[in-house]
């Protein structure tokens, strides 16, 4: 490199940094180094690190399963990465072509989405399947709504309210649903008049 210029490498330095650190730590790093003749090269996970470096700076790898090598793909990312959104950084700027949500809870609001889908399929078809269905979403019912209550992504906890509406339309009836839905706003305009 040219005379009297410095090279750092700096290789997943966001381990361990607190979200606000890490949000932090390329501003704080280059005030420190202000008047040096440093050159940084980042290897890093973070989307917060990432927002902070221009795209021409960046460098997206890809692992090449064939090869079982690192391949260059940044000619193939149209995503500009100084100043993005973390969210659209972290989906985009490092393949998470599977959306942002834990597997663990994906996998349970698709056992719902599952469910309902099986139940969407097969209940036209045979009331004897209807009465197998009804079974299963007595005993699953319950944990359905629990997963339902506590989902986080207000958006999502809607669509996944939605479809268990159906489906205690479906097994036991507009009627009810309706009678269980106005006591449902009755209690929260009681709890509303309480608190007034």
């Known amino acids: 490199y040219s005379k009297g210029k410095k090279i750092i490498l700096l290789d997943e330095i966001e381990l361990s940094l607190h979200p606000q650190w890490q949000k ?13 003749n440093v050159h940084f090269i980042f290897v890093t996970h973070s989307p917060f690190l990432l927002s902070d470096i221009p795209k021409e700076n960046v460098i997206f790898l890809v692992k090449d399963e064939e090869k079982r090598l690192c391949k260059n793909v940044s000619k193939d990312i149209r995503l500009k990465t100084f100043g993005a959104n973390i969210h ?17 809870a994906k996998n349970k609001i698709n056992e719902i989405k599952k469910f309902y889908e ?10 004897k399947y209807k009465r197998i269905l009804k079974i299963l979403y007595l005993f699953k019912i319950k944990k359905f709504k629990h997963i339902q209550s506590i989902i986080g992504e207000p958006f999502l ?8 509406d159906e489906l205690e339309i ?22 509303l008049n309480d608190k007034a």
């Open 24 to 36: 932090q730590y390329i501003n704080n790093l280059l005030k420190l180094f202000e008047f040096n």
């Open 88 to 104: 659209t950084l972290l989906s985009n700027g490092f393949f998470m072509n599977d959306g942002l949500i834990g597997e663990f």
């Open 118 to 127: 099986i139940v969407k399929f097969l209940e036209p078809k045979n009331k």
């Open 170 to 191: 479906l097994f036991n009836g507009k009627k009810i649903f309706l009678d269980k839905e106005i006591e449902r706003l009755q209690e929260l305009r009681k709890s």
């Open 157 to 164: 906890q809607t669509i996944i309210k939605n479809y268990l």
